[in-house]
């Protein structure tokens, strides 16, 4: 069965500072990989997904993560991070090919405090 | 524009217990699904629904009880609750189950104690 792995249960960033939360997933032919975003006291909403091509995926709130396929990794980054980007992120992974496409499975999250 | 609306927000039950998990969605999705989240575990798929009448089970549906008798609305049961059903839990609906092709709305949860 899929599982994912978020290397990191905690980020503290400063303003403005660069940050990338790390994503694992373990191996299968072919999976879709997503990243949800949950800000304090709310449901989780869609940052970006990889489906297929290229390996680049941008999102919203200047968002991109890099799909790496010989690494099974999927990390998350941002090149310049708000206060408002303080939330808890999930990776999550889909496999199409298991029957499984309706289903995600989601890592423990990892929570981005940014600092003034 | 409501999206996903769950009620209660917040709920405090004794062992024993049982209650509905409200959850209505107003997007005509197909699709529907309950979640609980638990610190250090990320979210975990409860049951589902490809639509109205059909519902199956997805990680840890030990406890819960689904039904979806109209598009609409996809009520969680907890029919005796347990001190470990107290978790996070968020309804999620999208227009069809392939999350390649169609994005998942959640709603703002509901935060169940069991004492």
């Known amino acids: 069965a899929q599982s994912v792995t978020q290397l990191d249960s905690q980020v503290p960033v400063f303003e403005e500072a660069p940050v990338e939360l790390r994503c694992n997933y373990s191996?299968?032919?072919?999976?879709?990989l997503f990243w949800y975003v949950q800000y304090p006291n709310q449901g989780l909403q869609l940052l970006l997904k990889?489906?297929?091509?290229?390996?680049l995926v941008k999102g919203i709130n200047g968002f991109e993560a890099e799909f790496n396929k010989s690494q099974t990794s999927f990390h998350l980054r941002k090149p310049s991070v708000h206060i408002s980007d303080t939330a808890e992120y999930f990776c999550?992974?889909?496999?199409?090919?298991?029957?499984?496409?309706?289903?995600?499975?989601f890592g423990a999250g990892t929570r981005l405090a940014v600092h003034p | 524009n409501a999206g996903v609306t769950q009620t209660p927000k917040f709920q405090v039950l004794k062992t024993g217990q049982s209650m509905t998990l409200q959850c209505a969605q107003d997007?005509?999705?197909?699709?529907m699904s309950w979640y609980r989240q638990d610190p250090g575990m990320g979210l975990r798929l409860i049951h589902y629904?490809?639509?109205?009448?059909?519902?199956d089970q997805g990680e840890v549906p030990n406890g819960y009880n689904v039904s979806r008798s109209t598009t609409e609305d996809f009520p969680l049961r907890l029919l005796s609750a347990a001190p470990s059903q107290t978790s996070v839990y968020f309804c999620?609906?999208?227009?069809?189950?392939?999350?390649?092709?169609?994005?998942?709305?959640f709603g703002a949860g509901t935060r169940l104690s069991v004492l």
């Open positions: 191996s299968s032919v072919s999976v879709y």
């Open positions: 999550a992974v889909s496999d199409p090919f298991s029957g499984g496409y309706n289903k995600l499975i």
């Open positions: 999620a609906s999208s227009y069809g189950g392939d999350f390649a092709k169609n994005i998942q709305y």
């Open positions: 990889y489906l297929s091509g290229s390996t």
């Open positions: 997007m005509n999705h197909e699709y």
């Open positions: 629904s490809v639509g109205a009448g059909i519902t």
